[in-house]
């Protein structure tokens, strides 16, 4: 079973050289993704794959159901490089149905560890119990808080001062929600329209630098 998977290996670097035999000399050169692609962990939601997108087009970040933590370091890191470094122009915050983060924050139980990541979660149906409650069927509000976490995450990373800076200097990055429905393959676009989601939480949450 673990063998397999040096065996593809193989294969692969003959299908990518196939062709281009400098294929690994070029992505060894460096990288300008366009992209900084934040997903989900799980297994089923493979960002590359299912955007077909090549090494070197996007970089990415994923973690249990696609959460942008303030105090997370790891993601703050990320999106500090993506935007400051890399200057990609679009960031994703790409979220899907079928979630196992977002299952369990439908279900309260301990969960050990899991609990103080899962609270963000929590906290996303708080801050919609009223809509959530009002649907019926499961799996709809199963989707619903999939979608709203998606929304709520692309709203925490436009608090992040390099993403305003970023937007002040050059207008980008972009950000994107997107849900990927596991049960089709479809990825969905929300069409977020984040200048105007930024515009209602202005007064609040604007860092732009005194001048
Ligand atoms: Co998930």
């Known amino acids: 079973m673990f063998h397999r998977i040096f065996e593809n290996n193989k294969r692969w670097i003959a299908e990518k050289t196939t062709g281009d035999p400098d294929y690994f000399k070029k992505l060894a050169a460096g990288q300008q993704p366009e992209y900084l692609y934040i997903g989900c962990s799980d297994s089923r939601v493979t960002a590359e794959d299912l955007m ?24 703050n890191a990320v999106v500090q490089y993506a935007v400051e470094y890399l ?5 994703i915050i790409c979220g899907h149905y079928e979630c196992g983060g977002v299952k ?10 899991l609990n103080s990541w899962l609270q963000t979660l929590r906290d996303v149906y708080r801050f919609h119990q009223h809509d959530l409650d009002a649907i019926k069927d499961s799996r709809e509000r199963f989707d ?16 992040i001062d390099h993403v305003q800076r970023s937007w002040y200097k050059t207008g980008f990055p972009k950000v994107h929600g997107w849900i990927f429905d596991v049960r089709t393959g479809r990825i969905n676009d929300l069409n977020m329209n984040m200048e105007e989601e930024f515009a209602s939480i202005r007064k609040i949450y604007d860092l732009k630098p005194i001048s």
């Open 104 to 113: 369990a924050a439908l279900n309260p139980s301990d969960m050990g560890q």
């Open 144 to 159: 619903k808080l999939v979608e709203l976490n998606v929304r709520e995450q692309c709203i925490n990373l436009v608090k």
């Open 52 to 75: 077909g997108l090549q090494p070197g087009e996007v970089f990415i970040h994923r973690n249990i159901a696609n959460l942008v933590v303030s105090t997370d370091s790891n993601i």
């Open 87 to 91: 200057k990609v122009k679009h960031i």
